[in-house]
T-cell receptor
């Protein structure tokens, strides 16, 4: 099985712009979660999508949003970028059903905001 | 917010030695997972241990879980230079569909 894929791998933007990141989960997985990793805050949960619906949300401002498509692929969008949004953005997938189980992560998208 | 903490924050050992990392967490859990992250890359899943398990093995990895102390340990035996990475524990806080991560241990294995 192919693993979780994320595109693009690297991105450079300037303050005020917006950005869209993409994640394709493992085949058969219906849950996709997004995480932000920074040196100061560590790994923090952004939101989770299951069957095209947001099921959980972390404590991030409304500038961070996401969606999931019928094929389980997910996108996250950050509007009005700030310098502090520079981070590694990781997505993870699992089946999404039953008891919580192993979550598999993609290679991440490194976002730099100038 | 972080679920817990790993200690030590950094660990440096010689190749062939064993490495032990600890993780403490704050809430009840259904399971706890350990991940490895090479510099700036994605997280690689190592092992999942459920709350009703006390110990689990996978190759050179041994994970223990003590739910009464809300702590877990990861032992890597006969370490190799390729084990150099950051190691994170993550919990589901008793059934959440997302993970809550610790602060990580940076392991350096010196050849």
């Amino acid at each position: 099985k192919a693993g979780v894929t994320q595109t693009p791998r690297y991105l450079i933007k300037t303050r005020g712009q917006q950005v869209t990141l993409s994640c394709s989960p493992i085949s058969g997985h219906r849950s996709v979660s997004w995480y932000q990793q920074t040196p100061g805050q560590g790994l923090q949960f952004l939101f989770e999508y299951f069957s095209e619906t947001q099921r959980n949300k972390g404590n991030f401002p409304g500038r961070f949003s996401g969606r999931q498509f019928s094929n389980s692929r997910s996108e996250m969008n950050v509007s009005t970028l700030e310098l502090g949004d520079s981070a590694l953005y990781l997505c993870a997938s699992w089946t999404g059903q039953g008891a919580s189980d192993t979550q598999y992560f993609g290679p991440g998208t490194r976002l730099t905001v100038l | 917010s972080q679920q817990g903490e790993e200690d030590p924050q950094a660990l440096s050992i010689q190749e062939g030695e064993n490495a032990t990392m600890n993780c403490s967490y704050k809430t009840s859990i259904n399971n706890l997972q350990w991940y490895r992250q090479n510099s700036g890359r994605g997280l690689v899943h190592l092992i999942l241990i459920r709350s009703n398990e006390r110990e689990k093995h996978s190759g050179r990895l041994r994970v223990t879980l003590d739910t009464s102390k809300k702590s877990s340990s990861l032992l890597i035996t006969a370490s190799r230079a390729a084990d150099t990475a950051s190691y994170f524990c993550a919990t589901d806080r008793g059934g959440a569909n997302n993970l809550f991560f610790g602060t990580g241990t940076r392991l350096t294995v010196i050849p």
